[in-house]
């Protein structure tokens, strides 16, 4: 499914490595999870699923993209994170 997608750097790599400690947490603690059907044939069915978590001191919105593997096997595809946005007052 996937082997011809691009090389990662090694930032990215580490960057990745450094989130894969959260990922029970977002699995366990998700609140919801988004259905995305990559193709009909063959079927391939991934969830995303997120959840607030601190990385490094700071609160992250971590994303963790999971696929189901025969009976009820997941596996992970991806995990990314993104910075907690700050809500504002409207002035």
């Known amino acids: 499914m996937y082997n011809r997608r691009r090389p990662r750097s090694h930032n990215e790599r580490h960057y990745r490595s450094g989130l894969i400690p959260h990922l029970t947490s977002v699995i366990k603690n998700s609140s ?10 063959p079927l391939i069915v991934t969830w995303e699923l997120a959840y607030s978590c601190k ?37």
């Open 32 to 41: 919801q999870a988004v259905l995305r059907v990559k193709s009909e044939k």
């Open 55 to 91: 990385v490094n001191g700071r609160t992250h919105l971590v994303q963790v993209i999971v696929i189901k593997e025969g009976a009820g096997k997941l596996e992970c595809l991806s995990t990314m994170s993104a910075p907690e946005k700050q809500k504002t007052p409207n002035k």
